[in-house]
């Protein structure tokens, strides 16, 4: 794939020179580093990059120029490239002029002359500009394709996989290409074997695991270490937390993630109460950024699935999916809940083409216009219906309380109320859902008048509710009656005395009935069930573990 440009204009070639020469040094891997001494010569480049469907990332324009003022070139090269990012370099007397801008052509950052020293006072607004940038730009394709039907749950699967962890592809839909269809079967042999995905060096994959994928697309799926001082189980915000922070503060960290990362949080659509964020933040972000931030620590974020866990005090040792083993002295639980299935006729049959579990962004677009339907009536249910109002034509909401206020928090009951496509079904539940080859009908059972009815959609989106992932928990530490995690107070005694606790202390408040086993966020009895509470308990672990690795 070509690299996308960064263009610099400065009339003045001395300071051109210089704010090439350091911009190059730092992003020349990256970009393309392109300078002109003229505004009205950068437009006509420009313009011919365009005419090439070359992609540029970020200007870099002075503002006192001869030819126009830097303001107003930007203006006219955002016509041209209108996702690029802008900076403005000023002198102190302009700034009046760069925080008008900031409203009047969306400018992104102006910096003062001299930004010496680069590293402190140029590379970091760079840094997160242009990561900003590549993170939502669509650059001309050259990468994974994905050959495949959309009435396939493996499919569906191997998109979700792919989109979760930021891993851009082409999604090619043989049922509306023939020519596409003839290359895909070929390459499968048949139906069953799909999806196809083929790479830029030439190789292709049939029906592959989510392991494979990511050895293939280079998500580190082995441990460099054999032993840490403290593993994560669970890259939700509460992982992701406990990781920022153990790094941070000198620990060798490594988290476990058998999906993405963000966990069920990263599925949100948009997250509007999480504190510093007042126009909210979709799930993905968050969990981009937090990743972002795991790594620049020094932790590492390992894809992969642990099947079992084994404790030989001070020593606890890992088994992942592929057969290897990782130690640490210390374990932290963080792996969230799954969705709870929903057990009614004909859903499974339909799971991945026409019933989903959670907001399945990835699909949205396909049920542009259609009828959908949104079953269940808590945070992540009105989230996922403001979301596919903005696609589909109807979004009914079924829901077995009396109201949405029930569990839904207020601002989200009021933006639903207020949305002129979404209807909401009050104290109804689901009988089946029917269909031939694809999801037509969904029978629904009135509670209050107990009589049943039937009604067409396309799709059903579920959030009815979570399990605790802690079958590989089973036998080794105390959990309540749905198999959610106790720790601290919360940990079942008999005579005084807590079941395979070993210690004179008492355990810590998020540790568990086995010593250095830790949990926090969701997977934990009594947490507080929102994106803020995991990463709070997630940071709060850390301070407990480091107690914890002073004893060993």
Known sequence: MKLPFII???????VLRSIQRDVRNKYREEYRISGADSAVGCLELIQELKKKNETVALFISDQRMPEMEGIEFLEKAKEIFPEAKMVLLTA??????????????KLDFYLLKPWNPPEEKLYPVLDDLLYEWSANIKLPYDGIRVFGTRWSSSCY?????????????????????????????????????????????????LKPSNNEIAEKVGLQTKAKLDFYDLIIVGAGPAGLAAAVYGASEGLKTLIIEQN????????????????????????????????????????????????????????????????????????????GVSVRMLEKEGIEKFVGTGVYYGAAMTEAALYKDQDICVLGGANSAGQGALFFSRYARTVTMIVRADNLGKAMS????????????????TKTEVNSVIGSEKLEKISLHSIDENKDWELDTCAVFIFIGAAPRTDI???LIETDEK?????????????????????????FLLETNVPGLFAAGDIRSGSGKRVAAAVGEGSATIGMVHKYLETV
């Open 92 to 105: 102190y007397s302009d700034i009046e002029a760069a925080i008008r801008a900031i409203n009047d052509i």
């Open 8 to 14: 610099i204009v400065d009339d003045d070639e001395q």
């Open 473 to 475: 928990l089973k036998g």
């Open 260 to 335: 993405a990362p963000g966990g069920q949080a990263g599925t949100s659509s948009q997250i509007e109460n999480y504190l510093g964020f007042p126009s909210g933040i979709t799930g993905a972000d968050l969990a981009r950024r937090a990743a972002t931030q795991v790594k620049r620590f020094g932790a590492e974020i390992l894809t992969q699935e642990v099947v079992s866990v084994k404790v030989k005090q001070p020593y606890k040792t890992l088994r992942l999916a592929n057969g290897n083993e990782v130690s640490s002295y210390a374990v932290v639980f963080t792996a």
């Open 410 to 425: 207020s601002y989200l009951v009021e933006r639903i109320e207020a949305a002129p496509n979404i209807k909401i079904l």
């Open 483 to 507: 198999g959610f995690i106790y720790t601290g107070l919360d940990l079942p005694r008999e005579n005084n005395k807590i079941k395979g606790w070993t210690l004179d202390r008492d355990p």
């Open 157 to 205: 699967s191997l998109k979700e996989f792919l989109s979760r962890n930021l891993i851009p592809y082409q999604w090619i839909d043989i049922d509306t290409d023939e020519s596409m269809k003839e290359l895909a079967l070929k390459a499968a042999g048949e139906i069953a074997n799909l999806p196809v995905v083929t790479f830029p060096d030439g190789t292709t994959l």
